[in-house]
């Protein structure tokens, strides 16, 4: 997969000219989508090039046949034992994307009754596939679903399915455009970020004294041009949104594979929890 962007997932969230936002003032990405190591590792890195990877990763399925989970922290949770009474699936944190709860355990999350399968992603710990979701959504044909290191799930992500677009990636426009309009009705505080293709032409002029010369003018390509779909591939394009409320933040974006299909993203995460560990930190310092 090429980069186009971007953890907002498992979620996961400079902008262009054109008069969008710059990505320096997007602070929800820069804080709560991006994982501190990877800005401690990537320091160098653009604003760009950050988001595009937080919002282009693609997960890698281990098979874990039998193996409970494991906690990467230096206490482990102690060992479930087997009760009567059914498991309490809610959570003081609501209800989650595609009817999962936030902040529920490994556990709570299995008796919703899904099936999870166990991924690896280098930004994160404990992330697994979600399927027989009680909320699925057409669209999106694969979600995540981010555990981390205390057991509580604050992060998913969910990817669109792939479409056999055209060159101006219309059909995958149409699905941004319709789940941006969404996720700004629930969520609100939706700023768009678009860094175009600069297309160079070379015109022959004549200067003051009439001698021919050569100026370059330099095109910012439109969002949905004859080439988007080639410019989002190669990631001389790059489309995304971020939404957010009190309690929760998305990133949005429009994406290609190297197969030249169009998809959507869309990254979820809870602010909340991500505030209550950050504060707990801060408590033990």
């Known amino acids: 997969m090429k980069k186009i962007f971007f ?6 969230f400079t902008a262009a000219s054109l008069k969008a936002e710059t990505l320096e003032g997007g602070k929800f990405l820069e804080d709560v989508l991006i994982s501190d190591d990877i800005k401690m590792e990537e320091s160098s890195l653009s604003a760009k090039e950050k988001a595009s990877r937080l919002l282009q990763q693609k997960p890698k399925i281990i098979k874990i046949e039998g193996q409970p989970l494991k906690f990467r922290s230096p206490t482990q949770p102690k060992p479930v034992t087997a009760v009567s009474k059914p498991i309490d699936t809610t959570t003081k944190y609501g209800e989650a994307p595609f009817g999962l709860s936030w902040g529920a355990t490994y556990n709570q999350t299995k008796a919703l009754g899904v099936d ?3 991924i690896e992603r280098k930004d994160s710990v404990n992330d697994f596939i979600v399927t027989k979701l009680p909320k699925p959504i057409s669209d999106f044909r694969q979600v995540v679903a981010s555990f981390g290191e205390n057991n509580s799930l604050w992060r998913i ?4 399915r792939l479409i056999d677009d055209d060159a101006s990636a219309s059909k995958a426009l149409f699905l941004y455009r319709k789940y941006y309009k969404l996720l700004e009705r629930k969520y609100g505080n939706a700023q768009e970020f678009f860094t175009p293709k600069i297309s160079v032409v070379e015109k ?14 330099k095109i910012p390509q439109p969002i ?9 591939q190669s990631g001389q394009a790059v489309l995304y949104a971020t939404f957010e409320d009190r309690d929760v933040g998305a990133a949005l974006a429009v994406n ?9 993203i869309i990254d979820y995460t809870n602010l909340r929890i991500f ?3 950050e504060e707990e930190t801060l408590n033990a310092l």
Do not use: Q, W
Not at 7 to 12: E, N, P, Q, S, V
């Open 116 to 118: 999870l399968e166990r």
């Open 275 to 277: 505030r209550e560990r």
């Open 157 to 160: 992500n969910g990817y669109g």
């Open 256 to 264: 290609v594979d190297g197969n030249g299909k169009s998809y959507i």
């Open 7 to 12: 953890t907002a997932l498992c979620l996961l």
């Open 204 to 217: 022959k002029v004549k200067d003051e004294y009439g001698v021919d010369k050569i100026e370059i003018e």
């Open 224 to 232: 949905g041009g004859p080439d988007f779909l080639a410019e989002l």
